[in-house]
């Protein structure tokens, strides 16, 4: 079982398009879709990472209301054709490595929490919740996707 750890991220500019349906896993499909046409017509370069944002607690943010953005790291102006730009300030993070399919990326994050908690000493803090993907759906097997997900903590 993965163990967390508490990391410092440093900042990242990020160009995103925001899921149309929340967490839903279809709207968060049509995010990452419109993402992969863009990045197919304007390719990145090979240091390039692709994130997930999660805004909004589930527990407490309707579906409809909760925000999601598909993203990937950006140097050089913002381009045309996405839905925004974030800056993400550097900070302290819990960082969890999952391996396996992004339908358990629920169930990790859970477990991420329940580590946390047992931990001690962090709290949540207000912030996007990350998910970097480090390996690529289409060329990977469902089981062996990496990838790591980033809970905004501060000391308690």
């Not at 999660?54 to 527990?59: A, F, G, I």
Request: with cysteine.
């Amino acid at each position: 079982m993965p163990e967390i750890k508490i990391v410092q991220l440093e900042p990242m500019r990020l160009a995103y398009f925001r899921s149309r349906k929340g967490y839903d896993p279809e709207g968060v499909q049509g995010a990452f879709g419109r993402l992969g046409e863009f990045l197919g017509k304007n390719p990145p370069g090979e240091k390039t990472l692709v994130l997930g944002l999660s805004w909004d607690d589930p527990q407490t943010t309707p579906t409809e209301k909760s925000r999601y953005d598909a993203a990937y790291t950006l140097t050089g102006e913002a381009p045309t054709g996405v839905d925004g730009v974030h800056e993400l300030a550097a900070g302290t993070f819990v960082e969890y490595h999952h391996v396996g399919p992004y339908d358990e990326l629920g169930k990790a994050f859970g477990e991420a929490h329940r580590q946390l908690h047992l931990l001690g000493g962090y709290k949540m803090r207000k912030g996007a919740c990350i998910e970097i993907y480090r390996n690529d759906p289409g060329t990977t097997p469902p089981a062996e996707l990496v990838t790591d997900i980033y809970l905004p903590v501060e000391k308690s």
